[in-house]
């Protein structure tokens, strides 16, 4: 295992500034996500830690040994990415201890940490087979392995999961969630995709226009976002966000006058009641919508509303009874999300 260390990290492709002085410290073992929209910077910085990509100003550090002029192979890491990059003549035995060969690792030995590494990723049945006989899911495994034969300090994944279908990802997530409980390598893994963040993370690491909005678990990045980005960012559905320059939201607040300093409040979709007497009557707000139609998520339900002429998204639980025409919705004002000017979450 190792530590990581991103200090006043810069890249630019010209004028162009692509990551823009980010400081990060990454524990010896830790799963840290890079997740942010396209553009953002997240594959920038994880190529620039793996060698890949020039660094344009600052350090990165691998337990304490600054390698910035260092070669890829020298730093000890192994990156998976988005294509799964195997030799389709090889087979997948011969695909994951390709590296060991180059690096002229005894045949006999090769065979044992190829033996091992198929083992744990449940590929011992394939071993002989060619890439072209195997599932998404299992070339995947096959690029998993593949790195993890040479036993890196520091596992690299990019967005290694975007090729795969819907029920793919998630059995992978989970794949990739117990391999790391196993064999306790510090992971760096970059997505745009929330639900592989919040479902894998120790820590999330929230990126926007190349430098870093926030940091923190997934239960403090959901609960407590520290900017409207984030908040906007994080969580499904949308969190519906309101101007408190207007009348209509100031009425929802009857007996709690909003700070000047306060431009924008945000309800999650969740935080909705239907139920008066399911909200702490002390923060108790109220706010009459009318339902323009519904959504049956199964055990959810989704309700599209509009509160005089702007959109509102409520996520209610499965009622056979759907809400129609003008309803009243309760919520908790002490768990709003309220911003200030420059879109910074402030404390009410």
Known sequence: MASVVFSNLQKSYGKTEVVKNINLEVEHGEFVVLLGPSGCGKSTTLRMLAGLEEISGGEIFIDDEMVNDLHPIERN??????SYALYPHMTVAENIGFSLENTKVKKAERKKMVAEVAEILELTPLLERKPKDLSGGQRQRVAMGRAMVRTPEVFLFD????????????QM???????????????IYVTHDQVEAMTLADKIVILNGGVIEQVGTPKEIFEQPKTEFVARFIGTPEINMFDTLTSEIKSCFPEHTLDKEISAVGIRPQMF?????????IHRCEMVVEVT?????????HLNCLFRSK???VEIPYTEDKPVGAISLFFDK???????SNNNVTLQ
């Open 77 to 82: 890491i192994a990156m998976v990415f988005q």
């Open 159 to 170: 967005e290694p999961l975007s090729n795969l279908d819907a029920k793919l990802r998630g």
């Open 173 to 187: 997530r989970r794949e990739i969630r117990a391999l790391h409980q196993r064999v306790e390598t510090t992971v």
């Open 273 to 281: 009641s239907l139920n008066a007497d399911g909200v702490n009557p």
């Open 293 to 301: 139609g519904t959504e049956v998520l199964g055990s959810v339900i």
């Open 311 to 313: 959109k509102v998204l």
């Open 334 to 340: 002490s768990r709003v999300h309220y911003f200030d």
